[in-house]
Structures are given as C-alpha cells and as structure tokens.
C-alpha cells in the first residue's frame, strides 16, 4: 500500500520550507529608548562569551542595533555586564 | 534644559553612613554648579560582572540631573575620577526619549512586562517546594503529565 501523503509530509521537518520573518523588536514594539542600566534585557543581545550578536540574529534594524551595541558597551564600563564570559547564559 | 544622568559605584568597603556621605557629596557638588536635581536612584548593593579594584561588589547610584550649561560637567567629572571611594562612573546625556523613559520609570509605567518574564520561571519555583512538603507529590506528576 503506497503511503498516503499526510503520511509522506512529515518525513522531513515541516519548517524547513517556511520563511519565518524576522523583525525588529524595537520598531515592533515601540520601544524608543534603551537603559543601560538594566542587564536583564540586554543580555538577550549578547552571546555566551559576552559578545554581541549580529543583526542577522537579533533581526534588529540598523538604529536600534547601534543603540544596543552603546548600551552594552556602557552596561560594561559600569560592571552589569562582562566583557568576556564562559557560560553566560 | 540639557538632561543628564550619572551613575557611579561607591566602595562597597565602606560603612553605610560614608558611602551616604559620599552621595551626598556628589549632589551637593551638582547642586554647587547650578544644576537641578530631577531623581536619585539608590540602586543599592549590587554584585559587579567582573572585579574593579579588587571588589566583586558596589553600591549603585543613579542621579538625573538638569543644567542650562554644562561646560562645568568637564570640572564635575574630574573631581569624580579623583574621588578615591569611586569604583566607576559614567555619565550620559539623555534625549527626549530617555527623560521620558525615566519619567515613567519613575511612575511604574514600564518594567511591568519586564517584571512578568523575568519573574514567571520564579513564580514556578516556589510553588514547587510546598508541593513536596504536603506530599501531593504524585498528584503534581500527574498534572505535569497531562499537561
């Protein structure tokens, strides 16, 4: 009995076709300012070595990558944030 | 009026009372140069990403602060760095965006959202804890498996 083709189309992961958009969160959101103060929110922007991710990743546009590049950077100067890290997260 | 805001860390070495005085210090300092004081945030006793001067730890300010002309802030940041019970300082100009983000900081109006994602994994846990003490414990494996 050939297999049906509900049966066939889940051989292979179902997501691999599809094109999930990504986005920015600031201009989605309308986040307009961000604290550098506040270390929880910019971890999601940094690797486990403490590095930043890349727009590619985070999906941030060119403005807001930049801004969260600074926070980061002044999060680091004031000790909330590591310059290097293993297992950070 | 030009928004600023200075965040530094004091010693955690010293008693609670000199590193009062120190931020008292430093507002007076501001006071002395004409500019107005918008907030002070006594962030308090926080554990450093890594070691500054041999510290793991400092207690954090935050003021916001107003001035017409900063051509003072140079002089103002001098006296800072030669403060010996600083670990950091850093001082920033905000824009509109920033007064504002301040402003509702201040007024709880942002941190909410923060707060329930940040607090959801914890909220999990301490509801774990009594559930073994009341012996409930297959019940929960059960609720858990269903789930």
Redesign the interface.
């Known amino acids: 009995m050939a297999a049906s083709r509900e049966d066939v189309k889940f051989l292979s992961n179902p997501k691999i076709g599809l094109n999930q958009k990504k986005y920015c969160r600031f201009r989605k959101f309308g986040i ?2 961000i ?7 910019l971890i999601q922007f940094i690797n486990e070595q403490g590095k930043l991710l890349p727009r590619r990743i985070t999906g941030n546009s060119l403005k807001f990558q930049r801004r969260v590049a600074t926070a980061v950077k ?1 999060a ?8 290097v ?1 293993d297992l950070l997260k | 009026m030009r928004h600023y805001e200075v965040t530094f860390i004091v010693d955690p070495v010293l008693s609670g009372d000199e590193v009062k005085s120190t931020a008292d210090h430093i507002l007076n300092e501001l006071k002395n140069y004409g500019a107005t004081i918008v907030a002070v945030d006594e962030m308090g006793l926080k554990q450093l990403a890594y070691p500054i001067n041999r510290r793991s730890s400092g207690v954090y300010y935050c003021v916001e602060f107003g001035c017409t002309e900063a051509d003072w802030l140079v002089k103002f940041e001098l006296g800072l760095k030669r403060n010996e019970k600083l670990l950091r300082f850093l001082t920033v100009r905000l824009d509109k965006y920033g007064i504002k983000y301040n402003d509702d900081k201040r007024n709880g109006r942002i941190g909410k959202r923060k707060k329930v994602s940040a607090t959801a994994p914890a909220a999990e846990a301490p509801v774990a804890p009594p559930a073994v003490v009341d012996l409930d414990v297959p019940e929960v494996v059960e609720a858990i498996a269903e789930v």
């Open positions: 307009k300012h604290d550098y103060k506040d270390p929880d929110f002044r680091r100067h004031l000790g909330m944030l590591p310059f890290a």
